[in-house]
């Protein structure tokens, strides 16, 4: 249950850590803090952006993350929802968002979509350097990176990790190392992997080549027990089945177009990644001996089936994928559904697919449309659902994203649907989560358009995501994109709460301590319910109000039983550290740049190489 989506998001880091791990803070909160933190060094060295949350093993004590060579963006060119939709922030920002800054004196420094873009597409003729730098973390959390696919040692290759086991096993994807010489190719743009605890790499790929190595991801390992009593160790992920018109043209403009464009389509990623998916399981439960496996299609008719009985226009590309598992095999994620006939035309819907008693994966997905309730017209007006992650309780969350303009933002909001009973539950439509201050005083939190997204749940019922920010209510359409907060939500009592309220300590005097972290992305949680997240450290008090001066980090939150009950924590804003937390920010003449003050971070989707 580790599958971590994120959806349209930005990616504009801009300090970097330096520090080591550190040991825990503020013992008695709610939640205690671990640190860490990567040194722009030696396997790190071309780290410019990160740390950033990934994924936690089901106990708590592994972990995984990435960090990243270039302000990329929340954009897996595997999933059509991560990018397909242009940007619809002012033009100051999408600029920046696709440019990167005009300040050389930052990381972002004209290296953002576009720089990415164009060293993908100028690979041929130039030395191609990798992306994406992953790690996994054991308990001294201690940074390890990982490396697939690039025997030959060259630095050309991308790996994301996506999943990490109790054990220490990996999946993930990455692709084949670039040759030594112009003009520089290489053997496929991503296939999955499995990496076991020792340490041998397992290449899972598609059934079908279909051309230049075919596709493939990896995003879930998991121990499933099949109503047979019979237990397999599986992989979940898609993989390609063919290519729209059986051409190769959109694979070409996708990894080779020569075309500039601008920030409102990010290039030709609408092109992207060449081939049609479907979801795609593997079995590793006796290993991998030959180094490689092709696994199955998890649906019927692969090459023929989406949700809405594909036919017509063969040049549209579908796409699907599998995002995660219960302890039964139940599978969830998205299939796509033809809207109309362009190239830009599918819609991603939320899905469910349940296998046989003996493990087989041969039926239709189930397409969980109760999640579009409140919506008229949602071919129109939603452009996106897909289901992350679920319980083996039966719960499944995920996400719905608008095409619709509503409260002056294009919002993005999490559910709940129960797959027993049938039913879903949006718990923050038009409505911010509450912070402490808001629940002494009785502030009411409706706001049309708020923002929420949801990206694991545990079998105790807790779901973690993130949410726009207190204070962050200013109109995102044409406008400024908001500030993300991290929030825990109890299924059960059916209430949300910012972490940063939960990090908090009051000794025997009374005086309240808050730590300077700002925590922005909660990723993933353990059964225990343990949390990893994304967010930023400060320095001083200074530059915690002021977000000035903010080091990236990635954090290990441990639940404290001793804390006592949920609504009993201190008041954090009783803290002299955040005497002044409430004050309104002031955003320097509306310039578009206090984006790159706040340093909001990479979305890390668990999926994107390129």
């Known amino acids: 249950m580790n599958v971590k989506l994120s959806a349209l998001s ?278 991998c001996e030959t180094g490689e496996l092709t696994g199955n299609a998890m649906v019927a008719n692969p090459t023929e089936q989406w949700l809405d009985k594909r036919g017509g226009d063969r040049s549209t590309i579908y796409s699907a994928a599998a995002f995660n598992s219960d302890d039964k095999g139940v599978v969830v994620g998205f299939s796509t559904q033809r809207i109309n006939n362009t190239e830009r035309g599918d819609r991603a819907r939320a899905t469910y697919i349940v296998p046989s008693d003996t493990g087989e994966y041969a039926s239709n997905p189930v397409e969980i449309t109760q999640v579009e309730q409140g919506v008229g017209d949602p071919n129109d007006n939603l452009r996106h659902t897909w289901a992350v992650d679920i ?7 995920g996400n719905r994203v608008f095409e619709l303009v509503k409260g002056r933002n294009r919002p993005t909001e999490f559910f709940v649907f129960d797959k027993s009973t049938q039913s879903a539950i949006l718990p923050l439509v038009d409505k911010n989560i509450r912070t402490k201050q808001d629940r002494v005083g009785a502030t009411d939190n409706n706001k049309p358009g708020a923002n929420s997204q949801a990206s694991a749940i545990n079998d105790a019922g807790i779901v973690v995501g993130w949410a726009d920010a207190p204070g962050e209510t200013q109109p995102v359409e044409s406008g400024n994109p908001r500030r993300q907060a991290a929030f825990v939500y109890d299924v059960t009592t059916q209430d949300a709460w910012y972490l940063n309220d939960l990090v ?74 955040a005497e002044e937390v409430d004050k309104p920010f002031q955003r320097s003449g509306g310039n578009a740049f206090w984006l790159l003050l706040l340093g909001l971070p990479l979305l890390v989707m668990r999926k994107f190489t390129k």
């Not at 319980?391 to 969350?397: D, E, K, M, T």
């Not at 903010?550 to 924590?569: C, F, T, W, Y």
């Open 391 to 397: 319980n083996n309780n039966g719960l499944i969350v």
């Open 10 to 287: 930005i990616a504009l880091g801009l300090a970097y850590a330096t520090t080591t791990a550190a040991a825990p803070v503020n013992p008695g909160a709610y939640y205690e803090i671990e640190e860490v933190a990567i040194n722009k060094a030696g396997d790190f060295e071309q780290a410019n952006f990160g740390p950033y949350a990934v994924a936690i093993s089901p106990d708590g004590r592994q972990a995984a993350g990435l960090t990243t060579r270039s302000s990329i963006g929340a954009i897996d060119y595997g999933l059509h929802f991560t990018y397909e939709r242009e940007c619809y922030y002012s033009t100051t920002i999408c600029e920046v968002i696709y440019q990167g800054s005009n300040n050389a004196a930052q990381s972002t420094y004209e290296n953002a979509i576009r720089k990415w873009r164009l060293d993908e597409t100028n690979a041929a003729s130039s030395y191609y350097r990798s992306q994406f730098i992953p790690f996994t973390l054991g308990a001294d959390l201690n940074p390890s990176r990982i490396e697939v696919f690039d025997n030959a040692n060259t630095g050309s290759t991308d790996q994301v990790v996506t999943d990490i086991s109790d054990s220490g096993e990996t999946v993930g994807y990455g692709s084949a190392s670039y040759s030594t010489g112009v003009p520089f190719s290489r053997d496929f743009t991503r296939h999955a992997f499995y990496k076991s605890a020792t340490g041998e790499v397992c290449q899972l790929k598609p059934t079908t080549d279909v051309t230049r190595g075919g596709y493939s991801a990896a995003y879930n390992i998991s121990e499933v027990t099949l109503a047979s009593g019979e237990t397999r160790k599986l992989v979940f992920g898609h993989a390609s089945v063919n290519r729209p018109n059986n051409e190769n043209v959109y694979l070409d403009r996708c990894f080779a177009s020569t075309a500039d464009d601008n920030s409102r389509d990010y290039n030709e990623l609408t092109y992207c990644p060449g081939f049609n998916t479907q979801p795609w399981v593997w079995d590793v439960t006796n290993g």
């Open 504 to 577: 908090c300590t009051k000794d025997a005097q009374g005086v309240v301590k808050q730590p300077y972290y700002r925590l922005e992305k909660a990723k993933d949680i353990s059964d225990d319910g343990t949390i990893l997240a994304t967010g930023y450290r400060y320095d001083n008090k200074d530059d915690f109000i002021n977000m000035l001066n903010a080091h990236p980090v990635m954090l290990k939150l441990n639940r404290n039983l001793e804390a006592g009950d949920i609504n009993s924590q201190p008041n954090c804003y009783d803290s002299k550290e």
